[in-house]
């Protein structure tokens, strides 16, 4: 029992590279995890009126460093349709559906680079949690001279981002930036497949610009969204310690090969 328990938290010390019979752990892990997140942070929905003021006061921070970009890059691209859509799909396809697969790609071929990017995002996604409670913002979409793009020209946000699931003031920090970025560093320093890297380059690229040009977030909220993923990532590369210890006590360790272009899973960040 207390092995099992141990793999369920570092499933790489389970020694099959591509057994898949603790993966039931996983989805019950990430599944409570998720529900935590997405509980709390509707729960914490912020009060409009602190929700307008901090976000004025996080543009004017903005314009005293010049990154107050939000209305001009908008409005430069609402005239082209398929520029509009295309970063309405960036938006809404290249976030969930990239987390997870490059979470389902990890698990199977390099365990530890897995565990690594679950750990920095619950980490990360818990330091979230304080923003959206006590500093909530409102996003640029609600104020004039905005469009939500997302909202009135595309119908397909709803199957990943249900409004019923949504903290409308939970603009600070943007994940969709900070996992994004998360994810494309991780696979990046994990594939040598040379497609996949451009994919982790770009992806969270264009994310930066979707979360813009979109109006759902100010630009700092990607900044600060890549600051606490990378603090994420770092405590949970800390937290390493706990995995070694246990292959010290005598858990089987096997090193984790996958086909060409994925690197062994000893190796570390």
Do not use: C
């Amino acid at each position: 029992m207390v092995r099992r328990l141990k793999i369920i938290v570092a499933p790489e010390i389970a020694g099959s590279a591509r057994g898949w019979r603790y993966f039931p752990g996983q989805v019950f892990i990430v599944t409570v995890a998720a529900l935590i997140y997405f509980g709390v942070r509707m729960i914490t929905k912020g009060a409009e009126v602190a929700a307008f003021k901090n976000a004025y006061d996080l543009l004017t921070f903005e314009s005293t460093l010049g990154l107050d970009l939000e209305a001009w890059s908008q409005s430069a691209v609402l005239d082209y349709h398929w520029m509009v859509t295309f970063f309405n799909w960036v938006y809404i396809w290249l976030h969930w559906p990239v987390i997870i697969g490059a979470l389902l790609l990890l698990y199977h071929y390099n365990r530890s680079r897995y565990t690594l990017m679950r750990n920095a995002m619950i980490v990360s996604g818990a330091l979230g949690l304080v923003f959206f409670a006590f500093f909530p913002v409102a996003p640029p979409r609600f104020f004039d001279g905005f469009t939500d793009t997302v909202t009135e020209l595309s119908t397909s946000y709803k199957y990943l981002q249900p409004p019923s699931v949504v903290n409308k003031y939970a603009a600070l920090p943007s994940f969709h930036v900070g996992w994004n970025v998360l994810a494309g560093v991780i696979l990046f320093r994990t594939v040598r497949s040379i497609p996949v890297r451009i994919f982790a380059v770009a992806s969270p690229l264009l994310m930066s610009v979707a979360v813009v040009l979109t109006g759902n977030h100010w630009v700092i909220d990607g900044f600060v969204g890549i600051a606490l993923a990378m603090i994420g990532l770092y405590v949970a590369h800390r937290l390493g310690w706990l995995t070694r210890r246990w292959h010290e006590e005598g858990a089987e360790e096997e090193e984790e090969v996958g086909p060409a272009g994925i690197e062994p899973a000893t190796e570390r960040l």
